[in-house]
């Protein structure tokens, strides 16, 4: 008898628990949509054009264009049967690695330092969803247990008044 309702409080229980994951969830994503657009609002051209620039200097895309290009250079430079503009040691090509290096460095820098305050920022709204969710699940367990309790109530009463029927036969 008691099992079936035992099977029943578990379903409401993760009935609760999906609602407040969705509650939290849809929370959790309009607050990053209104991050996004804070970001969008507040950041100037230049920092954005610095996160545009360090996104791409630190992806595969860049690793595979800087090999191509460096190996284009190099094979250019020492066929025989082309014009040579940087014979080996490759001093120009030492240059231009120098020069990316000494822009992209900072850019990155620059975009990371933003990307880290951005990520603090985030880290406080998520502890006080988190505390928020954690209060609600409090709630429902308080008023679960106060609902237990009283079905215990309710089941003495009945087995109370079943002890009595069975006396008075």
Known sequence: MFSKGKHTRDINFQKINQRIEHIVDNYENQIIKHINSEYQTQTKWSDRLADKIAAFGGSWGFILFFAVFLIVWMTWNMLSFTTHFDDPP???????????????APIILMS???QSARDKHEAVIDFAINFKAEQEIDDIHRDLHEVENKIEDIRKMLLKLEKNNETNK
């Open 112 to 114: 990371q330092n933003r």
């Open 90 to 104: 490759f001093i120009l090509l030492n240059l231009i690695l120098s020069f990316v290096a000494s822009f992209q």
